[in-house]
């Protein structure tokens, strides 16, 4: 009973969350929606998995979501595979696209692959997944929109590697996660994302201060005694 009464307070919050949220995001103009996305976009495409993978899964942005397209223009110069979600029914399979002409709106009006693009279904370590998400916290847990579609296909694809796009105002202090999914992403990328990043790196140096001041404060009562 204990658990289920705490499983129902974690979807609650969660639904919360995801509420505020997107509200705040539906708020940005469109030249702010661009500006951000440009900023993430070169981050991402500027980090070592990216850089070294050879395909690359990519979400199709819609409604305010942090554009993909440089990404798509980026992986394509260097040579790297493509693919986009195409939903069947309950279940989200990636296909391979190569331009605008092999996409469809889809399910919500979101684009997506024809069904004449080929699915990919093996992936291994060189293989990087720009995932959308509603919330993310410091420690790369991930809110998505409820479907589950990711959680769904990527359960049997440990090596694959994970990066969330998301503008800063999506993160929050702290997302409900499942101990499995506990920071399930590898890198967390926003249009502030060093802030992140310093944010963490303050709270680690803080720890290594206490530790360093109360070793010291050891010594002294040692020495006093």
């Given at each position: 009973?204990?658990?289920?009464?705490?499983?129902?307070?974690?979807?609650?919050?969660?639904?919360?969350?995801?509420?505020?949220?997107?509200?705040?995001?539906?708020a940005l103009s469109k030249d702010e929606v661009?500006?951000?996305?440009?900023?993430?976009?070169?981050?991402?495409?500027?980090?070592?998995?990216?850089?070294?993978?050879?395909?690359?899964?990519?979400?199709?942005?819609?409604?305010?979501?942090?554009?993909?397209?440089?990404?798509?223009?980026?992986?394509?110069?260097?040579?790297?595979?493509?693919?986009?979600?195409?939903?069947?029914?309950?279940?989200?399979?990636?296909?391979?696209?190569?331009?605008?002409?092999?996409?469809?709106?889809?399910?919500?009006?979101?684009?997506?692959?024809?069904?004449?693009?080929?699915?990919?279904?093996?992936?291994?370590?060189?293989?990087?997944?720009?995932?959308?998400?509603?919330?993310?916290d410091c420690s790369r847990n991930r809110i998505?929109?409820?479907?589950?579609?990711?959680?769904?296909?990527?359960?049997?694809?440990?090596?694959?590697?994970?990066?969330a796009a998301a503008y800063d105002l999506q993160?929050?202090?702290?997302?409900?996660?499942?101990?499995?999914?506990?920071?399930?992403?590898?890198?967390?990328?926003?249009?502030?994302?060093?802030?992140?990043?310093?944010?963490?790196?303050?709270?680690?140096?803080?720890?290594?201060?206490?530790?360093?001041?109360?070793?010291?404060?050891?010594?002294?009562?040692?020495?006093?005694?």
């Amino acid at each position: 009973m204990e658990q289920s009464q705490t499983s129902e307070k974690s979807m609650e919050t969660k639904k919360q969350i995801r509420t505020e949220i997107l509200k705040r995001r539906s708020a940005l103009s469109k030249d702010e929606v661009a500006d951000k996305s440009r900023a993430i976009c070169r981050k991402i495409v500027s980090c070592e998995q990216f850089v070294q993978a050879e395909s690359i899964l990519l979400y199709l942005d819609f409604n305010h979501e942090v554009e993909t397209g440089l990404i798509w223009e980026k992986a394509q110069k260097m040579g790297k595979h493509v693919a986009a979600p195409r939903l069947i029914g309950s279940q989200m399979v990636f296909a391979r696209i190569q331009s605008e002409k092999d996409l469809i709106p889809g399910k919500w009006g979101i684009s997506e692959p024809k069904k004449n693009c080929p699915v990919i279904r093996e992936h291994d370590s060189r293989t990087v997944v720009i995932m959308p998400g509603v919330a993310f916290d410091c420690s790369r847990n991930r809110i998505g929109y409820g479907g589950g579609y990711y959680d769904r296909y990527f359960a049997g694809y440990d090596s694959v590697y994970k990066i969330a796009a998301a503008y800063d105002l999506q993160i929050v202090e702290q997302v409900p996660a499942e101990p499995y999914k506990q920071g399930e992403l590898g890198e967390l990328y926003t249009n502030l994302y060093k802030l992140v990043q310093a944010l963490k790196e303050s709270n680690r140096k803080e720890q290594e201060e206490k530790i360093f001041l109360r070793d010291i404060m050891s010594d002294i009562s040692h020495q006093l005694k």
